[in-house]
T-cell receptor, first 115, second 110 residues
């Protein structure tokens, strides 16, 4: 199984809603990532978890709250988002201990629209 | 992270070879060169990576210049399914992040 599964595939939410994005992998990877991708732009790194601990936060606003409850799951909790947060949110995983080479496996993403 | 420069777009005819260039003049000695591609409505997928020597796999070949300041991804016979955005990325040391550049949008026509 070389898949990273993201749910839901599409999400529409209001600015006062609270929602969560979920990501799951069963490849035994111990590093997991959240990327944000605006239309026709490259993915931008948001967070990196290594061995279930947050290792990188790319100065993401606190309305985005990541969580890694175990080695297979990664969540992104959303609260009080703005319309400009509408984007494709991509999850990825990799083995963390491969030095400068890490082969990332990406999910298909959650397309988020904030109204 | 060192920066990469790629053409915004390229076109190819089906079943012809495609050479996708990438400049990385500020590459350091420990930087790996990665290529990912993103098909429409999908997440990026790994294509190939290398350090100093040319590399081949079932998807593509990677040709790395002797001074490592540039590299070329080679698709030997482009198909319509190869139409995607191709990203050239550098990573180094113990960096646990990949920073995507703007990429090259490849169009493949019959």
């Amino acid at each position: 199984d070389t898949e990273v599964t993201q749910t839901p595939k599409h999400l529409v939410m209001g600015m006062t809603n609270k929602k969560s994005l979920k990501c799951e992998q069963h490849m035994g990877h111990r590093a997991m990532y959240w990327y944000k991708q605006k239309a026709k732009k490259p993915p931008e790194l948001m967070f990196v978890y290594s061995y279930e601990k947050l290792s990188i936060n790319e100065s993401v606003p606190s309305r985005f709250s990541p969580e890694c409850p175990n080695s297979s799951l990664l969540n992104l909790h959303l609260h009080a988002l703005q319309p400009e947060d509408s984007a494709l949110y991509l999850c990825a995983s990799s083995q963390p201990d491969r030095g400068p080479f890490r082969k990332l496996f990406f999910g298909s993403g959650t397309q988020l629209s904030v109204l | 992270d060192a920066k990469t420069t790629q053409p915004n777009s390229m076109e190819s005819n089906e079943e012809e070879p495609v050479h996708l260039p990438c400049n990385h003049s500020t590459i350091s000695g420990t930087d790996y060169i990665h290529w990912y591609r993103q098909l429409p409505s999908q997440g990026p997928e790994y294509v190939i990576h290398g350090l100093t020597s040319n590399v081949n796999n079932r998807m593509a070949s990677l040709a790395i210049a002797e001074d490592r300041k540039s590299s070329t991804l080679i698709l030997h016979r482009a198909t319509l399914r190869d139409a995607a955005v191709y990203y050239c990325i550098l990573s180094s040391g113990t960096a646990s992040k990949l920073t995507f550049g703007t990429g090259t949008r490849l169009q493949v026509t019959l």
